[in-house]
């Protein structure tokens, strides 16, 4: 790779890194679209999509591998993840994921894949390596989010008509403690240091804050204003702030993470449900489902300074730096 192509990296998103032929593009985003059956990747440098990828059934979570080569996609109606190739932006293959995945994340090595599998109120861990669910534990009812913390010791799944987070140890994998959240709990961030966990809350219009190493409820924040649901959450990456999509409330919250107060709302496309922040924390991206679009907002300012098409029922986000 030339140096000038490395210079080249600095565009909407601000400084990007070279990870290999993953990262030639520049900064991209993957949109899952649930209704299309397909993943838009969009360049964020250049502001344009880039290429629409065929996935399978009903694709919602959406997650990059640690090292970029990889975007996972939970297929819902095909009880598997797909798996997509970010060199080429072609699907390499599908992983058994269980009955209805709907919502996943890995473990920071790269090794393992924890999925809420809706239907069955269960969590199971994929061994990315065999391409198999290794271990599965009961957890709530239709469980939704599933988030691992940053050290890989714990993954929280939100149950969403039982209004709970499992915390469950990643070594043994059992749940070892549940803790009653907000109503009808969705989406799950922690902070980056791994002391804090936030649990958007859709029904409840709250954003619910754990210790997490003590897995004690700490506070809850009101996010409801007029029709406001929340749905995603996402941390910067110096812990200083949380933003939250709302759904079919078309914004996103902005929280102070220090005082927990509500900053501002921010209007974005409509039925905004995935959420992602680049790791620069230069800019938050909202996928918007009915509007079929993502919202690019500037951190610094708190405003949106782009729109860009995505797909039918746009739903999460994987980044690709």
Known sequence: MSLARILLGVGLAGLWLVVGSAAEAGPRLY???????????IDLEKEKKVATIPVGKRPRGIKASPDRRRVYVALGEENAIAVIDTAKNTLIEKIPAGDDPEAFDLSPDG?????????AHIASLIDIASRKVVATVKVGVEPEGVAVSPDGKWVYVSSETSHTISVVDAASFKVVATVL????????????????AYIAAEVGGTVSVLDAKTHKLIDT??????DEKPMGVAVMPDGKKVYVSNGRGDNVAVIDAATHKILQYIPVGKRAWGIAITPDGKRAVTANGVSENVSVID???DKVIGTLSAGKGAWGIAIVW
Do not use: Q
Not at 31 to 41: G, Q, W, Y
């Open 31 to 41: 949109v899952s679209n649930e209704f299309a059956n397909t993943v838009t990747v």
């Open 111 to 119: 090794r393992f894949i924890y999925v809420s599998n809706e239907e």
């Open 181 to 196: 959240v907000g109503d009808r709990p969705r989406g799950i961030a922690f902070s980056p240091d791994g002391t804090r």
């Open 221 to 226: 924040i009101p996010v409801l204003r007029d």
């Open 299 to 301: 951190t610094a300012t």
